[in-house]
């Protein structure tokens, strides 16, 4: 890669801005395209395409960060016939192995495709430190992956967004027991503070962070997705009550996972 590579970024939601800024600060040309066209006005410097075909044209490297797998078909399936020879999909979403291996199907002969989930909240978007987990031959587009955080080579096409499934569940699921742990508390009356530094010294520390982390914006209906993913591939008591749990509070669909605690503690 070099710096006339033409890169086209697909999804300019909460992760997606963030990533994008990063690849238009770094000096590529960049075309941009999101299904609600006002999220494109902080992108005065990259053009704006009209649709997901126009966006992928003239492009190197294709990147999506979409929000499921549907709005992913959706997407790749209007742009997949207009991508050139040689150029290379890098999908960013969260959609799990089956289906990476439906958009591989999309794809035109000659087109690469490299899964990329990410892990890590808009913050970490902003900054570049994000955690990638990268399915396929990044060779080609290690450069721009590493414009957005630390990459970690899983192996073929698909392990990537099989090993987002297994680390993210885990927070999800984390999270859910730190919420039941403070209602516990509070079924004890133990004051709060001494709870969430009990906790955070605790081998829970990492999983008590998030639980109660500021700033960050991972929204419970996404995180209820991804536990769906996780049920249907394997069974999964524990992921089965956690999808239970988030999607028992229509009013916590958009807010960050850190809220569902306050949900669960009543």
């Not at 970690?152 to 680390?167: D, E, I, Q, S, W």
Request: zero cysteines; hydrophobic letters at 50%.
């Amino acid at each position: 890669m070099d710096k006339n590579t033409k890169v086209a970024f697909l999804g300019l939601g909460s992760m997606g801005a963030p990533m994008a800024r990063r690849v238009l600060a770094a000096g590529y040309p960049l075309t941009v395209w999101n299904r609600s066209p006002a999220r494109t006005a902080d992108f005065a410097e990259a053009t704006v395409a009209d649709s997901p075909a126009d966006a992928v044209r003239e492009a190197d490297v294709v990147i999506t960060m979409l929000a499921d797998p549907a709005a992913v078909r959706d997407v790749v399936g209007a742009f997949a016939k207009s991508m050139k020879p040689g150029s290379v999909l890098i999908d960013a979403s969260t959609i799990g192995p089956s289906a990476v291996a439906e958009l591989a199907e999309l794809l035109p002969a000659g087109v690469e495709l490299i899964d990329a989930p990410v892990m890590g909240s808009v913050d970490r978007a902003a900054s570049g430190e994000l955690l990638l987990l990268v399915g396929g031959n990044a060779d080609p587009v290690l450069p721009l992956l590493e414009l957005f955080g630390t990459v970690n080579r899983t192996g073929p096409v698909g392990t990537g967004a099989a090993l987002k499934l297994v680390l993210i569940n885990a927070v999800v699921n984390g999270v859910a027991v730190v919420g039941e742990a403070m209602a516990l508390a509070d079924a004890f009356g133990l004051p709060e503070a001494q709870v969430k530094a009990a906790l955070g010294a605790s081998p829970l520390g990492g999983i008590a962070g998030r639980a109660f982390a500021d700033g960050v914006y991972y929204p419970v209906r996404l995180a209820a997705k991804d536990v769906a993913l996780a049920t249907a591939t394997a069974d999964l008591p524990v992921a089965n009550a956690v999808h239970a749990r988030l999607t028992a509070y229509p009013a916590a669909a958009e807010e960050d996972l850190s809220q569902i605690v306050k949900y669960f503690r009543g």
